[in-house]
């Protein structure tokens, strides 16, 4: 399929299905262990901001989209393109750069003074993006962590805990299992 064949469309609700799923496939919560990835994620994004969500259609599948929001924490001028995924078929060709200027045009029309978005170290392809897109390197953040004793009450309350019906809190206490295990 070629790219001509793609067609790029703000997201709307039949897209969710879709997104979730694309998003299911490509996100690592193990590498981001604070953020969840889950329908409500994107349901939030596309009540507060429909215009910073975009889908990027192919073949009537959701090959890639962008989920941007106005404002970060007290931030209510920043724009903040949260979630971003091409899928591995469609990717390489510039679905995720076209996907990211249409969300931050959207986002400086609402009033954006910049648009910001947070990276894992080990995501090339993404620091490469944001760079090719205008993103400067600003604050670099590391996540130190220090792991509860293995007898303590809330590695014991965790283990209880892990069994949420919740898919999305399921997949976050999963990862944290891994990296316990690792
Ligand atoms: C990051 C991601 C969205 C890029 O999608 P894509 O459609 O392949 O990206 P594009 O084709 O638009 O490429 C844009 C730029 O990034 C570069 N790039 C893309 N993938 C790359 C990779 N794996 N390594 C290095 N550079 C890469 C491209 O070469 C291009 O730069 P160029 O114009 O200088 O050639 C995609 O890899 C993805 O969905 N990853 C998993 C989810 C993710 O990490 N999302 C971002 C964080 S939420």
Redesign the pocket.
């Not at 990717?91 to 750069?97: F, I, N, T, V, Y």
């Not at 995501?123 to 993404?126: D, I, K, M, V």
């Given at each position: 399929m070629s790219e001509s064949d793609v067609d790029l469309v703000p997201m709307w609700l039949p897209h969710l299905p879709g997104v979730l799923e694309l998003g299911n496939r490509?996100?690592d919560v193990s590498e981001m262990p604070y953020t969840s990835w889950s329908l409500s994620s994107a349901a939030v994004h596309l009540d507060a901001q429909p215009d910073a969500c975009w889908v990027a259609e192919a073949g009537g599948r959701v090959a890639?989209f962008v989920l941007g929001s106005l404002s970060y924490d007290e931030r209510a001028d920043w724009g903040y393109v949260e979630?971003?995924?091409?899928d591995p078929e469609h990717?390489?060709?510039?679905?995720?750069?076209t996907l990211l200027e249409e969300s931050c045009a959207a986002l400086f029309a609402a009033g954006a003074t910049r648009v910001i978005t947070d990276?894992e170290q080990t995501?090339?392809?993404?620091a490469?993006?944001m760079r090719?897109c205008g993103f400067n390197d600003s604050v670099t953040v590391t996540l130190f962590v220090r792991h509860a004793p293995a007898d303590s009450g809330a590695s014991r309350q965790a283990r209880v805990r892990a069994h949420s019906t919740d898919p999305a809190k399921a997949r976050l206490h999963a990862a944290a299992r891994k990296s316990e295990r690792d």
């Open positions: 490509v996100f890639g979630w971003l995924a091409v990717q390489g060709r510039g679905l995720a750069k990276v995501n090339t392809a993404s490469h993006l090719r």
